[in-house]
T-cell receptor, first 115, second 112 residues
Framework: SQQGEEDPQALSIQEGENATMNCSYK?????LQWYRQNSGRGLVHLIL?????REKHSGRLRVTLDTSKKSSSLLITASRAADTASYFC???????????????FGKGTKLSVIP | DAGITQSPRHKVTETGTPVTLRCHQT?????MYWYRQDPGHGLRLIHY???????DKGEVSDGYSVSRSKTEDFLLTLESATSSQTSVYFC???????????FGPGTRLTVT
């Protein structure tokens, strides 16, 4: 079952613009993680945000989390052609000391950055 | 890459044959996972392990078995491969301090 659902499914922007991707989920979570996947490649971990955090930054990435709305967003500022990839959110609904800590993934947002 | 390797990286096999995929990690992580990735489905958990000889099923475990006899190795076995098991298989570990999951490079399996 899909816990996270990304929106939009596909996004095309010009280089230099900002890209925003959204993720909605259904149950309470421990943390939410964002990944990037270039075509035909593995998953690269971008950022983890815990349920008690509201915002986190890493370089050109900004992630927000709204647990009341069960949603998260990933903002990539000043996009580059190299940012072209699929982006996935994944939720961990386990709690410390219990559970598998497994991640449940959404289907991803395909971002295209046009030079 | 958190010291995760997968072997083989590519495999083509025939329906009905057994297949074993290997995940190897070098950093003594307790939790290890096997996921499969298919178009339109994202990544789905097959099995996971929380220690040597401790494993459990995930969302799509039918047709798969796993074993973990050493901390560093987590094996995924398809007892009798079917065409529906054609997929890309990813192994992952969970970092005990950061809770982040890191993925291996993947194995592309084709069952003909």
């Amino acid at each position: 079952s899909q816990q996270g659902e990304e929106d939009p499914q596909a996004l095309s922007i010009q280089e230099g613009e900002n890209a925003t991707m959204n993720c909605s989920y259904k149950t309470s979570i421990n943390n939410l993680q964002w990944y990037r996947q270039n075509s035909g490649r593995g998953l690269v971990h971008l950022i983890l945000i815990r349920s008690n955090e509201r915002e986190k930054h890493s370089g050109r990435l900004r992630v927000t989390l709204d647990t009341s709305k069960k949603s998260s967003s990933l903002l990539i500022t000043a996009s580059r052609a190299a940012d072209t990839a699929s982006y996935f959110c994944a939720t961990d609904a386990s709690y410390s000391g219990a559970g598998s800590y497994q991640l449940t993934f959404g289907k991803g947002t395909k971002l295209s950055v046009i030079p | 890459d958190a010291g995760i390797t997968q072997s083989p990286r590519h495999k083509v096999t025939e329906t009905g044959t057994p297949v074993t995929l290997r995940c190897h990690q070098t950093e003594n992580h307790r939790y290890m996972y096997w996921y499969r990735q298919d178009p339109g489905h994202g990544l789905r958990l097959i099995h996971y392990s929380y220690g040597v000889k401790d494993t459990d099923k995930g969302e799509v475990s039918d047709g798969y078995s796993v074993s973990r006899s050493k901390t560093e190795d987590f094996l995924l076995t398809l007892e009798s491969a079917t065409s529906s098991q054609t997929s890309v298989y990813f192994c992952a570990i969970r970092d005990r301090k950061s809770y982040e999951q890191y993925f291996g490079p993947g194995t592309r399996l084709t069952v003909t």
